[in-house]
């Protein structure tokens, strides 16, 4: 096994010390860089959580010029990402940037183009994907167990703004983007394309801001879509659980729901957290002795973001940039996620349907 070395730019974003802990967990990776332009917070955790830690740095060109840097995972304030990702991928740099990469849509084909100009890798931290629920749910649908998709409906709502720091920048219009659809939203949109491998063409939205927190983006929304199939979808997500603690990893602070229905049958997921099993019905005749079945995951433990399979989901990605496989959340996938969450923003202050360009 090559060991290879890799960087993290920035440590204070929500997810950065997890992902942290992703690459020293992984054995594919030998040596770690950090970046960031605060020097102490660099020290600190280089001091209490420095496993494979090789250098930090506060000149992003002095670690972008280490000749050994394979690949870089970014996690950075959406309004600052971009012109970041810009520099690491004109150094010829592979890069996994947590979603959902900029603002806007424009600011994802930025990257994207930016990213072939180099002839380099660029990922998107979509690892919801991994998941062995959002697997089994891809691999069902692409087995035709539900014949023709009609609807897909999701639920993801979680805790209330209050618990969340109400200043962060996440609820800040020009350092954000949005609110829970561009940070969390987004997941649910991107699963929704992933597992019916079916692209949306057109949203309906109502975003509103109803914490009474001192925010001035969205804390609920609702969507309607309209697959390229002629499905119809519906998200719900929102900051609203008022019981269930506080933390950006609380694995009790989510009830979430994913269900997909098609003429032969449905599929669907419930959870206060990671998924766990995964019900599927279906008169198809390849299951006609069992037309019934619930599959139960017992999830392996692992300090990785996303367990073992956020694991499974950057290693996936070191084997593309060694040109071994596919990247398992694109560039590409992070731009239609960002052009459906910029229509469902446009229709909710315009009253009416959006329409979305093709990828």
């Given at each position: 096994?090559?060991?290879?070395?890799?960087?993290?730019?920035?440590?204070?974003?929500?997810?950065?010390?997890?992902?942290?802990?992703?690459?020293?967990?992984?054995?594919?990776?030998?040596?770690?860089?950090?970046?960031?332009?605060?020097?102490?917070?660099?020290?600190?955790?280089?001091?209490?959580?420095?496993?494979?830690?090789?250098?930090?740095?506060?000149?992003?060109?002095?670690?972008?010029?280490?000749?050994?840097?394979?690949?870089?995972?970014?996690?950075?304030?959406?309004?600052?990402?971009?012109?970041?990702?810009?520099?690491?991928?004109?150094?010829?740099?592979?890069?996994?940037?947590?979603?959902?990469?900029?603002?806007?849509?424009?600011?994802?084909?930025?990257?994207?183009?930016?990213?072939?100009?180099?002839?380099?890798?660029?990922?998107?931290?979509?690892?919801?994907?991994?998941?062995?629920?959002?697997?089994?749910?891809?691999?069902?649908?692409?087995?035709?167990?539900?014949?023709?998709?009609?609807?897909?409906?999701?639920?993801?709502?979680?805790?209330?703004?209050?618990?969340?720091?109400?200043?962060?920048?996440?609820?800040?219009?020009?350092?954000?983007?949005?609110?829970i659809l561009s940070w969390l939203g987004c997941h649910y949109i991107d699963l929704m394309r992933y597992i019916t491998q079916d692209e949306i063409v057109a949203v309906s939205a109502e975003v509103e801001t109803r914490s009474g927190e001192a925010i001035d983006v969205e804390d609920i929304a609702t969507l309607t879509m309209r697959f390229r199939s002629g499905a119809v979808g519906s998200l719900h997500a929102g900051y609203l659980l008022a019981l269930s603690g506080g933390g950006y990893h609380n694995k009790a602070g989510y009830d979430t729901y994913g269900g997909f229905n098609g003429r032969l049958g449905r599929l669907h997921w419930v959870s206060s957290g990671t998924p766990s099993?995964?019900?599927?019905?279906?008169?198809?005749?390849?299951?006609?002795?069992?037309?019934?079945?619930?599959?139960?995951?017992?999830?392996?433990?692992?300090?990785?973001?996303?367990?073992?399979?956020?694991?499974?989901?950057?290693?996936?990605?070191?084997?593309?940039?060694?040109?071994?496989?596919?990247?398992?959340?694109?560039?590409?996938?992070?731009?239609?996620?960002?052009?459906?969450?910029?229509?469902?923003?446009?229709?909710?202050?315009?009253?009416?349907?959006?329409?979305?360009?093709?990828?």
């Amino acid at each position: 096994m090559t060991k290879l070395t890799a960087a993290l730019l920035g440590i204070t974003h929500p997810h950065s010390l997890a992902h942290l802990r992703t690459l020293q967990v992984l054995p594919e990776v030998e040596r770690i860089l950090l970046w960031d332009p605060n020097a102490d917070a660099l020290a600190q955790v280089q001091a209490t959580q420095g496993a494979k830690v090789a250098g930090v740095f506060t000149d992003l060109d002095a670690l972008l010029a280490d000749q050994a840097l394979f690949f870089v995972l970014a996690a950075l304030r959406n309004d600052l990402g971009p012109e970041i990702f810009l520099r690491v991928l004109n150094a010829g740099k592979h890069l996994m940037a947590e979603k959902p990469i900029g603002r806007t849509a424009a600011d994802a084909e930025r990257v994207i183009a930016a990213a072939k100009q180099a002839g380099v890798k660029l990922g998107v931290c979509y690892q919801n994907r991994a998941g062995p629920w959002a697997q089994a749910a891809r691999a069902f649908v692409s087995q035709g167990l539900l014949g023709p998709l009609v609807s897909v409906e999701m639920r993801m709502i979680t805790t209330q703004v209050q618990f969340r720091n109400p200043k962060h920048w996440l609820f800040s219009q020009a350092q954000a983007g949005g609110g829970i659809l561009s940070w969390l939203g987004c997941h649910y949109i991107d699963l929704m394309r992933y597992i019916t491998q079916d692209e949306i063409v057109a949203v309906s939205a109502e975003v509103e801001t109803r914490s009474g927190e001192a925010i001035d983006v969205e804390d609920i929304a609702t969507l309607t879509m309209r697959f390229r199939s002629g499905a119809v979808g519906s998200l719900h997500a929102g900051y609203l659980l008022a019981l269930s603690g506080g933390g950006y990893h609380n694995k009790a602070g989510y009830d979430t729901y994913g269900g997909f229905n098609g003429r032969l049958g449905r599929l669907h997921w419930v959870s206060s957290g990671t998924p766990s099993s995964l019900s599927v019905e279906t008169a198809h005749p390849a299951w006609s002795g069992a037309p019934q079945r619930t599959f139960h995951y017992t999830l392996a433990e692992s300090p990785a973001y996303g367990g073992v399979h956020g694991e499974q989901f950057m290693r996936a990605f070191i084997l593309a940039a060694q040109g071994k496989g596919e990247v398992p959340a694109s560039g590409e996938d992070a731009l239609q996620v960002a052009r459906i969450v910029d229509a469902a923003y446009e229709s909710s202050r315009t009253g009416r349907r959006v329409e979305i360009g093709a990828p």
